[in-house]
């Protein structure tokens, strides 16, 4: 079957998943050529084994809430492909989690885990859960409801899974918490972990720095620099404080932080007091992003608008999917953007990235740009099983290399013949090959 084919075929299989079948569509499109000159693909149906999970645990999670009051929520776990390595991927708690947005989080996480050189295989997890507004002792009674379920199919060497939207240190503390207790071992089988019970240096920080140093290698390509760049990026949380700190120490003013409930403009740019700022506004819990403006006068909140209407250089979406769209990027070329770096996974519309790519401006998809996260996980992982810690300095050395191996393998599969990276080509061609490859050397399994 024809690419086109197999996605006509998905969308009659699984009608209304839009998001999973638009990472699909994107992937497809880009491998394409790659595809059609290797015919041990089509024999061995590669893209049809590819696009379907190799398997999906839906679970129902029942807890009591403060009042008393039982609660329910859904569960799930898709375990996508193991190709290279245990299924890996985070777990996102997050009240628009259902099983499309939970299909295409894996089925990207296949393609970023190979680019990282890591072995490890694509997978999600997560619950409409929504954390917002909730105690500790809710989410801790939510987050071992949800470990009852799922500690039966993970494990150091099947399915390791981390955190996501919704799910950061405190939610992984609970979680290990009970798959300890159920399971009767201490192993590596989540990762951003704490510290002092076989934690990462730099996991926290590590979407966000991976991201600026895929971002800066870009930049260097076309002998420019972060130095004085004025960049606005989405969000407030995890990704968004690490990207603000690299892109402070490299040179660059962030200018824009984001919410639920709108945008902040803050011209002189987030500082170091401003950016550990975001740690507090985001442990309040209330997931919004105007009290920044009332710590900060200074600053302008902007209710209900995405920060893209902001003129940049660099954009650097740090949200959540499909964030930035056709309109939203056709302003942003209007007030003279000259990079955009996706560091939410899929946070641009397929009519965005087609924007970026008319007029030629350098676009990173988030499979490349936000794989520092996952690498982090893949070096924890490995030092959980040698029982020992690396130092900050060779966790970054080792996450800086990786980000600068995966530009490279964006350039060789994404260059065209005028110099121009098509960024998003080149990283779905050069995940899909390692994975293919793998398969094929495995057999029809
Ligand atoms: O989207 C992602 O790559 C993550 N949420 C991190 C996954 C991981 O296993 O560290």
């Not at 999973?20 to 050529?33: K, M, N, P």
């Not at 934690?199 to 420019?224: C, H, Q, V």
């Amino acid at each position: 079957m024809k690419p086109s084919e197999i996605i006509n075929n998905l969308e009659a299989k699984h009608p209304g998943e839009k998001e999973y079948l638009q990472a699909v569509q994107e992937v497809l499109e880009s491998i394409d050529a790659i595809y059609n000159e290797n015919p041990q693909y089509k024999t061995a149906r590669i893209i049809e084994r590819l696009v379907e999970p190799d398997r999906i645990l839906t679970f129902r999670v029942s807890w009591v809430d403060d009042t008393g009051n039982v609660q329910v929520n859904l569960g799930y776990r898709v375990q996508f492909n193991n190709a290279i390595g245990p299924y890996k991927g985070g777990i996102r708690f997050h009240p628009s989690v259902n099983l499309s947005i939970l299909k295409f989080l894996g089925f990207e996480q296949i393609f970023k885990n190979a680019l990282t050189t890591l072995p490890m295989g694509g997978a999600k997890g997560g619950s409409d859960f929504n954390p917002k507004g909730k105690s500790d002792n809710e989410i801790m009674r939510f987050c071992q409801a949800f470990m009852l379920e799922l500690w039966r199919i993970i494990g150091p060497n099947t399915d390791v899974p981390a955190g996501d939207i919704g799910t950061g240190g405190r939610e992984i503390g609970f979680l290990y918490g009970m798959y300890k207790k159920l399971q009767q071992e201490n192993s590596g089988v989540l990762t951003g972990k704490g510290l002092n019970w076989g934690g990462s240096l730099i996991r926290p920080e590590a979407t966000g720095f991976g991201a600026t140093y895929f971002t800066d290698e870009m930049l260097k390509y076309n002998k420019d620099s972060f130095k004085d760049k004025i960049v606005t990026i989405s969000g407030f949380g995890n990704v968004a404080w690490g990207v603000a700190l690299k892109v402070l120490e490299l040179g660059g003013k962030v200018v824009t932080i984001s919410g639920p409930d709108g945008y902040i403009y803050d011209e002189a740019g987030l500082d170091e007091e401003k950016i550990e700022y975001l740690l507090e506004l985001r442990a309040s819990n209330n997931d919004i992003v105007s009290p920044y403006a009332e710590e900060y006068p200074e600053a302008k909140f902007f209710p209900e608008k995405k920060p893209w209407e902001v003129p940049c250089d660099i954009a650097m979406p740090c949200a959540i999917q499909n964030e930035l769209d056709g309109s939203d990027a056709d302003q942003l070329v209007k007030n003279g953007v000259k990079y955009v770096a996706e560091v939410s996974n899929m946070g641009c519309t397929p009519e965005a990235i087609e924007v970026f790519r008319k007029e030629k401006i350098p676009f990173a998809p988030g499979k490349a740009a936000n794989a520092g996260g996952v690498a982090v996980s893949g070096l924890e992982m490995s030092q959980n099983a040698m029982k020992l810690n690396w130092t900050i300095e060779e966790v970054d050395e080792k996450l800086l290399r990786i980000m600068k191996s995966i530009h490279a393998a964006c350039m060789k599969f994404g260059t065209e013949e005028d110099g121009f990276v098509n960024y998003v080509k080149g990283a779905n061609i050069a995940g899909f090959i390692k994975v293919a490859d793998a398969m094929l050397d495995q057999g029809i399994v």
